[in-house]
């Protein structure tokens, strides 16, 4: 590719993957305490499938570059940016962009990737790796001895999340489709079939006491049982609203319904504690406590990857022209692991 081209996947309104279209133009210029990145790795994530559909909840107006995360090396630096950073590898969290050949952000907003990993590997964990550590060690603050409920444990965010609690000792109980259930008593966890049989019932079956934290990205109905799982002392973490990707209507209120319901319990005297996670919450009041916290939190997940106390396996690798395609394989159901676009 032409140094100066830039190649980009746009989202044009609701449409079936093969309705993205391939935009090219010139690779922008860095502004005040800004970088271009030259993108070497961006991901497929759940985020895509809802905005396709119109369904995510914060989605901006058509059309715009879908991309919930990158993996690139520094190609330039704006006024105010120190340019030793210009070749350096980079992680970063934007919501929508990534799907892209180059992109312009905030210096702030980067993360360096630590030396031994390679793009494509980084760029399995930032998202999900973000939400993941989050969610265990910020909101349900997990110790060592006690038992937790993921739903979805064979998921992008859900395997992370998994990893890192039987790392900080802490036993798992995981949802999951039955083809996945024999890698999942291999790494340790303890898997319950969510396609066929009660799951509540099964929980409580292995937890007659009740589970410390559950982790919920299911929504609609699941949140509800989520929360009767609770033990004493219990943390909600609902963190989506997979279940309703397809259904019509508001896109809000799914989450909406959530929000309402994690405040109802929090009102009720019984000692259990409801949230819902949000990757944004408190940027647009705190930017530079966000960032902090997320250069944090990214870095220790980017460690533990290298230092392979965690491992996100990479499903496929296509070109970003292939977009359509890979949103396709994702949304099938079929894979295990990241999709990641290049270049
Ligand atoms: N709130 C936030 O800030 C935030 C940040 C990141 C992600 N998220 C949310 O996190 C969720 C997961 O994202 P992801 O990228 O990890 O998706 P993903 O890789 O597609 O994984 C989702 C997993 O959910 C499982 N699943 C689907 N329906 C289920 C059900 N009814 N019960 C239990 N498991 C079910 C699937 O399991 P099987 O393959 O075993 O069938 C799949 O492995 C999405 O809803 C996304 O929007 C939220």
Sequence with gaps: ??????????????????????????VPEAGR??????????????AEQQMRRGRYYDQPPFP?????????????TGEDVDPGLTGRRVAALVKTGGWSSHVVLD???????????????????????????QMLHRQARVRAGQTILVHGASGGVGSVLVQLALAAGVAVIGTASARHHDA????????????????????????PGGVDAVFDHVGGRSVIDSWHLLAAGGTLVAYGSASTRDDTGSKQWP?????????????????????????????????????????????????????????????????????????????????????????
């Design 33 to 46: 305490a800004q970088i271009v990145v030259a993108v070497e790795a961006s991901g497929v994530s759940f």
């Design 255 to 343: 989450v909406l319904k959530i929000l309402a319901r994690t405040w109802l319990w929090n009102t009720l005297p019984n000692g259990r504690r409801a949230h819902f996670y949000n990757i944004w919450a408190g940027r647009a009041l705190a930017k530079d406590r966000f960032r902090a916290r997320l250069r944090t939190d990214l870095t220790q997940v980017l460690t533990a990857l290298r230092d392979g106390e965690v491992s996100a396996p990479i499903a496929a690798r296509l070109p970003l022209t292939r977009a359509a395609e890979a949103l396709r394989l994702a949304e099938s159901g079929t894979v295990t692991g990241k999709i990641v676009l290049t270049p």
């Design 107 to 133: 210096a702030a907003d980067a993360v360096e990737v630590p030396e031994g990993l390679a793009a494509d590997e980084a760029e399995t964990v930032v998202v999900n790796g973000i939400t993941a550590w």
């Design 184 to 207: 999942l008593r291999e790494r340790g966890v303890i898997p319950v079939d969510y396609r066929s049989g009660d799951v509540p019932a099964r929980v409580r079956e292995l937890a």
């Design 1 to 26: 590719m032409e140094t100066d081209r830039m190649v980009q996947v746009v989202l044009p309104g609701i449409v079936a993957p093969e309705g993205l279209e391939i935009r090219e133009g010139r």
């Design 64 to 76: 715009f570059v879908p991309g919930y995360d990158l993996v690139g090396r520094v190609l330039a």
